[in-house]
């Protein structure tokens, strides 16, 4: 439905270059229409409240594809990913530093002063993973039920070994690090001369 044989090829060599390398993250999202959205996405973005300038996109990384909203609420940007049947996987949220909890953001900074020569903090994501039903409630602004999963994603232009790289690094709801993938870019999709 979305996948064309000149991107299965590429996804094919990233994916031997992810198992060669390591642990990195490649990323590519394209916009899509409304009407090649799962129904399962759809009713479930039908639930949310008060949404604005919602867009659809198709993400394919390393690990498969997904299906992505992206909109404004409250003054803050969401994203809720579904897998590509239409089923829920996670509902992310921007945040700022300062809207972070104290202790969490200590730790976090704590780890990536153990980890990096210098660093800079790029952007923080607030993930919550959980039930349908729970997710809707935390998407709509309600109390997070006890359920859910709650982890930052932080992206973080980290210098180690003499070379700045970009990272993304996940840390759970106290702020202890469970990932760390490098963000490596796609330069082209056709071979330059």
């Given at each position: ?15 031997l ?25 759809l ?17 394919e990384?390393l690990?498969?594809a ?5 909109f ?6 969401y994203?809720i ?11 992310e ?12 953001l200590?730790?976090?900074c704590?780890?990536l ?9 790029g952007?923080i ?13 935390v ?9 859910v ?13 003499k ?5 993304e ?6 702020g ?18």
């Amino acid at each position: 439905m979305f996948k064309n044989s000149g991107t299965c090829f590429i996804l094919f060599f990233m994916l031997l270059a992810y198992t060669a390398q390591g642990q990195q993250k490649l990323e590519r999202e394209t916009t899509i229409k409304k009407e090649l959205v799962p129904a399962q996405a759809l009713q479930f973005i039908e639930g949310v409240k008060d949404k604005k300038r919602l867009k659809w996109y198709f993400e394919e990384n390393l690990e498969g594809a997904s299906v992505e909203a992206k909109f404004k609420a409250e003054g803050s940007k969401y994203s809720i990913e579904f897998d590509t049947a239409g089923y829920i996987e996670d509902v992310e949220v921007v945040r700022k530093m300062r809207q972070m909890p104290v202790p969490v953001l200590k730790s976090i900074c704590t780890t990536l002063d153990t980890i990096f020569t210098r660093h800079r903090i790029g952007k923080i994501q607030q993930q919550f993973t959980g039930s349908r039903q729970a997710l809707l409630q935390v998407a709509n602004r309600q109390q997070v039920p006890p359920e859910v999963v709650v982890r930052y994603e932080v992206v973080v232009k980290g210098k180690k070994d003499k070379a700045a790289r970009l990272y993304e690094m996940t840390f759970n709801d106290t702020g202890k690090l469970l990932n760390t993938r490098q963000i490596i870019f796609k330069n082209t999709d056709n071979l330059e001369y």
